[in-house]
């Protein structure tokens, strides 16, 4: 069993700690609101009055707080947790924080002779409180595997993301998707009711297409991730088909700002020659507007 240091009871951070402690370890914690360490505290565990004091003599400091100024000061600020830290702990930081920002902690803490690795959670406080969050860690193979027993207790699934600031990485990138993709699913169930088409239907059929599934499992495995572009659904047939649902969205008065933006951005790759290429070879159409090699 371990020592523990955990920052930052709030919705996802108690029940992480209410968790580790279910599993035997020894807790002390660290909160600003004294209302969510005094709530902690009927479970036994210990209270700091600082977060140098909570890392006094841990193994292990968890920080679970919600932006990287936060990380940053409870780390290295006036009482922060470098204050007090053992040379031998690892620092886990499980926020969600800028991955630039969470670079330079890493290379702060590295300097200064400290263990500090990225292990952002996926999934919600429903999720926390079960044990079964999606835990993204980011580290060296051996901070992964010192972590890992710890991690488990707080979720289900670990995904060793390959390397220092990659768990943030992928983090931030699902959210990206799933957040942008939200939207644009929005777009197309409001499409639906304007059309009187029952959402269940297109539910049933998207559950099995690009659509439902993203691409990055279908159609680009074989396509343009394998430097494929011959078609087996073109670009120019694609801005067609995004054409017309606009036009119909048009003409029922449904905004889809999305849909829109997305029409332009096969408008460019037909302007640049792509027509008839693969639909996937979007994926090369944005890395040539990002500057980068196309293939
Ligand atoms: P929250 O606001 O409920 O909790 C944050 C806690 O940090 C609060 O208890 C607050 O008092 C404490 N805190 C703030 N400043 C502090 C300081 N200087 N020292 C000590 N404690 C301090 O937020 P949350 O929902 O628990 O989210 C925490 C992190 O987890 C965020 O980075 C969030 O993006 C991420 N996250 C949240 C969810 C979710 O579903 N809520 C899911 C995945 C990831």
């Known amino acids: 069993m371990a020592d523990i240091a955990f920052i930052g009871l709030g ?12 599993k035997g370890h020894r807790l002390t914690v660290y909160d600003i609101n004294a209302q969510a360490v005094a709530t902690l505290g009927e479970l036994g565990v210990a209270a700091a009055a600082s977060p140098a004091e909570a890392a006094k003599g841990a193994e292990f400091v968890i920080t679970m707080l919600p932006n990287g100024d936060l990380v940053q000061d409870v780390l290295f600020g ?38 500090y690795m990225d292990a952002p959670v996926g999934r919600t406080s429903d999720h926390a409180i079960a044990g079964t969050l999606l835990i993204l ?24 993301c390959e390397g220092p600031g990659m768990g943030i990485r992928v983090k931030l990138i699902n959210n990206y998707m799933s957040i942008a993709l939200n939207a644009l699913s929005a777009e197309a169930a409001v499409m639906c009711e304007a059309l009187g088409l029952p959402l269940e239907v297109a539910v049933k059929v998207m559950s099995n297409t690009p659509a439902g599934k993203g691409h990055f499992t279908t159609s680009w495995p074989n396509k343009v991730l394998k430097g494929d572009l011959t078609p087996s659904f073109m670009i120019d047939l694609a801005h067609k088909d995004l054409g017309i649902a606009l036009d119909v969205a048009n003409q029922l008065k449904v905004p889809t700002p ?16 792509r027509g008839r290429q693969d639909w996937t070879a979007i994926l090369a159409q944005v890395r040539q507007l990002a500057g980068r090699a196309a293939d």
């Open 137 to 160: 860690a980011g580290g060296t193979a051996e901070q992964v595997a010192r972590a890992t027993p710890i991690l488990m207790c707080m979720g289900s699934e670990l995904v060793n």
């Open 78 to 115: 006036e009482r922060g947790v470098t204050q007090t830290l053992r040379r031998d702990a690892l620092v886990i930081d499980m926020s969600t924080i800028h991955p630039l920002h969470s670079d330079r902690l890493c290379q702060r803490m590295s300097e200064a002779g400290f263990s």
């Open 11 to 22: 919705q996802m951070g108690s029940p992480m700690a209410t968790n580790l402690i279910k």
């Open 258 to 273: 999305l849909g829109a933006a997305a029409r332009e951005v096969y408008s460019l790759a037909r302007a640049a020659g």
